[in-house]
């Protein structure tokens, strides 16, 4: 099982960017799913998290800026940031609580992060 999460980049202060996360492998079912950054010198923190219901939560710095969704059917994760601000600088971090197929239980799997530069 691989998450592989995508879309980052440098962008100017104001301005969007779209993270992807992939899910991949021999995958029985996805609970949770989430977006985490690290930014230098921090601990790694939660920015937004969706459960299978599709209930949502953020992490109050990024309310009304962020946006989390997800698309079962691809396995697909998803996080929509527009209005960034220099302080969302930081590597981000999808991860899935997923049950593999063949197995018992969901475990908690992290993909690689993706570097999202805010700046002018």
């Known amino acids: 099982v691989q998450l592989q999460a995508s879309g980052g980049g440098l962008v100017q202060p104001g301005g969007s960017l779209r993270l992807s996360c992939a899910a991949s492998?021999?995958?029985?079912?996805?609970?949770?799913m989430g977006w985490y950054r690290q930014a230098p010198g921090k601990e790694r923190d939660l920015v937004a998290l969706?459960?299978?219901?599709?209930?949502?939560r953020y992490t109050d710095s990024v309310k009304g800026r962020f946006t989390i969704s997800r698309d079962n059917a691809k396995r697909s994760l998803y996080l929509q940031m527009n209005d960034l601000k220099p302080e969302d600088t930081a590597v981000y971090y999808c991860?899935?609580?997923?049950?593999?197929?063949?197995?018992?239980?969901?475990?908690?799997?992290w993909g690689q992060g993706t570097l999202v530069t805010v700046s002018s």
């Open positions: 492998g021999s995958i029985f079912g996805i609970r949770d």
């Open positions: 969706t459960t299978l219901d599709g209930i949502t």
């Open positions: 991860n899935a609580d997923i049950r593999r197929s063949g197995t018992w239980g969901f475990r908690t799997y």
